[in-house]
């Protein structure tokens, strides 16, 4: 390296290496001497107005692109900011490294009032990330991103916690050389366990597939063809089967169709699925079961320990498996899959009107859009969509409304996945969750991103109501005063749109995905009612 550089600007030469293009963050007294090292150096900033926005955009950004979603994060009220978006990206096994300073040696958790000072910033962030680690002399900078990465490319992501001391950050770096990234092979399953899973699901007369996130990446149809089993895709895994296919099931195993075809499986194949009950229990009322041979696959062994016990328990990559089955196949074979699969399918027209109401909605925007990517916040229409939306490629649903269940999420995370690549991005987000992430209008303006919000705009929290209503509950706090959200987004530099009339949605639509800065499209629950059943 060159002489006199310090560590802050060391480790911007590092992330190149590691191909990183896209860093989020909001600089501080504390953190500027990591930016001295990023102008000219290809890799991009992107300024959120919050913390949490920061984490969320690289959650998206990682989701859409595959890569870690990298943050620059200042000491204490910085961390304690993204804190919950961590925690988003750790249920749901999304890579993401937060960078922070943290107090120089000396001053580190003394108690005695130093600017930004926390007891013990690792300790706050430590139930939310694969690990936290202080990087306290400028040769162990390498190592710990090093470590960081084999996280991130050879075992199961999640996020990771790297905090550089003021002193570290600012002493010199220049005599370190730039190491080769460290090039990792995912596991891959054992011989014998391959051979058992095989026969196993060779011999069964009705097998059945569940697959999850960690699966987005394999060939998992064409396992499904050869084994003629249907597929049952958790949200995050929507797409890994086209909406026409027949052993698709983008049908929820919450709803009763898809669990009666699970529990009338023989041989079930669960790969890179972590069975959540988000997923698999979302009412919590313990009806899902699996009665028949259970054959997990998932990096994460110690995972596999928890809840249902498999009869096989196999850790590899789903990629890995999948393409060590497909290399020496056993004669594809006819299970009954496509009846079985439209069965279970059948389970979409017994849901709700307001869900299959929200899932025309998300229908037209899918056709009106080739190869749009939605990301939703949890809200009604992210509901009606995790239950059974077709999505038409992998990738291409995914939002915060499962595992750790987030607010705020969908405009900030939409934001992150518009700048992985060229797709048209729809955010989804209701009025009461954008009001946690307002101030992202303007990051997304200044960032020129064209991303287009889909705001569902019902004065309050309306799944929260309706739930509290079932529950024979007062609506106390749930009926919200609601800005004039056409004002304000017009006012952060969006293209602002009501959608009053359905046959008005697919234009605007295709206008948004044409213009060069970001739209909001405002719709309320008179939009609904005119979707034909």
């Known amino acids: 390296m060159t002489a006199n550089i310090s560590t802050g600007v060391y480790l911007t030469h590092l992330l190149r290496s590691y191909g990183v293009e896209v860093v989020f963050g909001i600089p501080g007294v504390h953190t500027v001497e990591l930016y001295r090292g990023l102008a000219g150096s290809g890799v991009r900033h992107v300024t959120p107005r919050h913390e949490q926005g920061a ?8 989701r859409a692109s595959g890569k870690p979603g990298v943050c620059f994060i200042i000491t204490g009220p910085g961390m304690t900011n993204i804190v919950t978006a961590m925690g988003q990206a750790y249920g749901d096994s999304i890579p993401m490294l937060v960078i922070s300073t943290v107090n120089a040696h000396g001053r580190m958790g003394s108690g005695e009032g130093w600017l930004h000072e926390l007891p013990n910033q690792q300790a706050l962030v430590s139930g939310v990330a694969a690990f936290s680690r202080t990087v306290n ?4 900078l390498a190592g710990a991103l090093a470590q960081a990465f084999a996280v991130f490319y050879g075992a199961r992501p999640r996020p990771v916690h790297i905090e550089l001391p003021i002193n570290v950050m600012l002493a010199d770096a220049g005599h370190l050389p730039l190491p080769k990234p460290m090039m990792l092979s995912l596991p891959a399953p054992a011989p014998a366990a391959l051979r058992e899973a095989i026969q196993a699901l060779e011999g069964a007369e009705r097998p059945v597939i569940l697959a999850g996130g960690g699966a987005q990446r394999a060939e998992v149809g064409r396992l499904a063809e050869l084994f003629d089993a249907p597929l049952v895709m958790t949200t995050n895994a929507r797409g890994l089967l086209p909406p026409d296919h027949p052993l698709a099931v983008p049908v929820s195993a919450s709803v009763a169709s898809s669990r009666a075809l699970i529990a009338g499986a023989d041989v079930v194949l669960a790969i890179g699925t972590e069975l959540g009950l988000t997923d698999y229990d979302m009412y919590e009322d313990g009806g899902f079961a699996l009665p028949g ?3 997990r696959v998932d990096l994460d062994p110690v995972h596999m320990a928890r809840g249902i016990t498999p009869s096989l328990a196999i850790t590899s990559d789903a990629a890995e498996f999948v393409a ?6 056993p004669p594809a ?15 979409r027209a017994g849901l709700s009107e307001a869900y299959l109401r929200d899932l025309a909605l998300l229908d037209i925007v899918r056709d009106t859009l080739p190869g749009v990517r939605m990301v939703g916040d949890s809200t009604q229409l992210t509901y009606a969509g995790n239950m059974a939306y077709e999505a038409a490629s992998p990738g291409t649903w995914f939002n915060s409304a499962t595992g750790y269940g987030t607010l705020g999420y969908g405009l900030p995370a939409a934001i992150g996945a518009k700048l992985a690549d060229d797709r048209p991005v729809v955010g989804i987000s209701g009025d009461g969750g954008l009001q946690f992430s307002l101030s992202e209008l303007a990051s997304a303006t200044e960032a020129e991103v064209p991303v287009i919000l889909l705001v569902h705009d019902n004065s309050g929290y309306g ?5 509290m209503v079932a529950k024979n509950i007062p609506t106390l706090g749930v009926d919200i005063y609601t800005p004039d959200l056409a004002a304000i987004a017009a006012a952060s530099g969006w293209h602002v749109e009501r959608v009053t009339e359905l046959e008005t949605l697919p234009g605007f ?9 970001p739209t909001m499209l405002i719709f309320g629950d008179d939009l609904r009612a005119q979707v034909s059943l």
């Not at 639509?509 to 800065?517: F, I, N, T």
């Open 137 to 140: 002399r400028p040769e162990e």
């Open 55 to 62: 984490g969320f955009m690289a959650d998206g950004y990682a």
């Open 509 to 517: 639509l295709r206008e948004g995905a044409a213009r060069k800065g």
């Open 293 to 295: 041979t259970l054959i």
């Open 333 to 347: 074979a006819k299970k009954d899959g496509a009846a079985r699969a439209a069965e279970a399918r059948k389970g």
């Open 463 to 467: 799944e929260i109501k309706s739930y």
């Open 324 to 329: 060590a089955v497909l290399a020496d196949p």
